[in-house]
């Protein structure tokens, strides 16, 4: 795209002002600003104001195959799930674009360290937990894992440093999450610097869009790759590529599985997975009402019991063809740092605009069904938010400590 084409698409869309100041900038600064302007997803954009669509149909609650249920099927599971692994037919996905600079750490969160007396980051963590499984399968998971413009190159420099912590490089692969513009709350796009237009991850719905873009789509076909299991960087507990939970998914036929914990207490912040017009739908803590998140079968059991700790896998030909059609997008209200008419630096103390992500639970929501698998919360579930408190590096340790984790 050249200078007389990005006019004319801003001027389609109301943006001239992007271009103000234009042949002052450097040649690279114009030729950032006029790529950025090329990627602009103009659909997305055009959300600002518009009332969010809604999937049809009514919650209704999803029991899960609890634990007493996979106990009683574990070695049917596993072997089910460590024949798919040995196939070929599984690969791994890490969502590790984020900075830990709530927990003080001004570098990738996944290098915050977690030990106590000795060092040990939480990727080490997450990497010993799949060697786990690959040492068990005898065969290695293909690892992908997202970055984001912030933190990919030093993610990468870490793992080479680190030698990959053990697992063949071979088999890791890195792209980076694409990103979205954001506007101001009159749909007004925002420059963040001189030649660069304000800019977020596009949440981590985002994930395979991502993947695909960066060419890793071709590496996920020609290794005959056809699940991936995703997961989030803050967990250090989580079992990845879990031969029970594949071989539990695949036994089924569903489309995708959901890794799930039974809640501490009907408020507590998580996702439920249930039904919502009869295909799959993560409902959100706030999205429940006081009778749905109380209400209790024959038994006293909660009927939205069930939590998601973002650990799924997905069919990879189900996942081309959302990828095909269009994910929803979430428009939502953020401080957004820009510059003013002076080229001066604006860092807002309130939301002054619209970023836009799409939701990995969303893609849930997209699948025809999906297992919910139970897992016990404190053998799998330990997510690093906080420095102190509830779900934070103290609480982390402690489980690891439980889970005979040397720190």
């Known amino acids: 795209m050249d200078k007389s084409e990005a006019l004319k698409v801003l001027r389609e869309h109301n943006q001239e002002h992007v271009m103000k100041g234009f042949d002052d900038l450097s040649s690279d600064l114009q030729a950032q600003l006029l790529r950025q302007i090329e990627e602009i997803d103009w659909e997305t954009i055009a959300l600002v104001g518009q009332d969010s669509e809604e999937s049809e149909g009514d919650i209704e609650p999803l029991g899960a195959v609890d634990v007493s249920q996979i106990e009683a099927r574990k070695e049917e599971f596993t072997k089910?799930?460590?024949?798919?692994?040995?196939?070929?037919?599984?690969?791994?996905?890490?969502?590790?674009?984020?900075?830990?600079?709530?927990?003080?750490?001004?570098?990738?969160?996944?290098?915050?360290?977690?030990?106590?007396?000795?060092?040990?980051?939480?990727?080490?963590?997450?990497?010993?937990?799949?060697?786990?499984?690959?040492?068990?399968a005898g065969a290695y998971v293909p690892l992908y894992v997202m970055t984001s413009e912030k933190n990919n190159d030093e993610t990468i420099r870490f793992f080479e440093e680190k030698n990959y912590f053990g697992y063949p490089k071979e088999y890791v692969k890195f792209f980076i999450q694409e990103m979205a513009a954001a506007v101001d709350f009159d749909g007004k796009l925002l420059l963040e610097g001189p030649g660069r237009l304000a800019t977020s991850p596009n949440g981590n719905g985002g994930w395979f869009t991502s993947l695909a873009k960066a060419g890793l789509l071709d590496d996920i076909k020609s290794r005959g790759v056809e699940w991936l299991n995703i997961f989030a960087v803050d967990n250090v507990l989580q079992r990845i590529a879990d031969p029970s939970f594949i071989g539990a998914t695949l036994l089924s036929g569903a489309d995708s599985g959901s890794k799930v914990v039974h809640k501490v207490d009907a408020y507590e912040k998580m996702g439920a997975l249930c039904k919502k017009g009869g295909k799959p739908y993560i409902v959100e803590y706030y999205e429940l009402s006081k009778e749905m998140a109380e209400a209790t079968d024959e038994s006293g059991d909660y009927l939205y019991a069930f939590g998601v700790i973002l650990n799924y896998i997905f069919k990879v030909s189900r996942l081309e063809e959302i990828m095909n059609n269009r994910m929803p997008v979430h428009v939502v209200e953020k401080k957004i740092p820009y510059i003013d008419d002076k080229g001066e630096l604006i860092k807002p103390s309130e939301p002054n605009g619209y970023k836009f992500e799409t939701l990995v639970v969303d893609m849930v929501a997209m699948m025809n069904d999906s297992v919910p698998y139970e897992v016990i919360r404190e053998k799998e579930f330990a997510p690093i938010k906080n420095l102190h408190g509830v779900d934070s590096l103290d609480s982390a340790r402690e489980l690891l400590k439980k889970n005979n984790v040397e720190l």
């Open 80 to 136: 089910a799930g460590i024949d798919a692994i040995k196939e070929g037919k599984i690969g791994a996905v890490l969502l590790a674009g984020g900075m830990g600079t709530r927990l003080g750490l001004d570098k990738p969160k996944g290098e915050l360290n977690v030990g106590i007396n000795r060092d040990l980051c939480i990727f080490n963590c997450l990497i010993n937990n799949l060697l786990d499984v690959t040492n068990e």
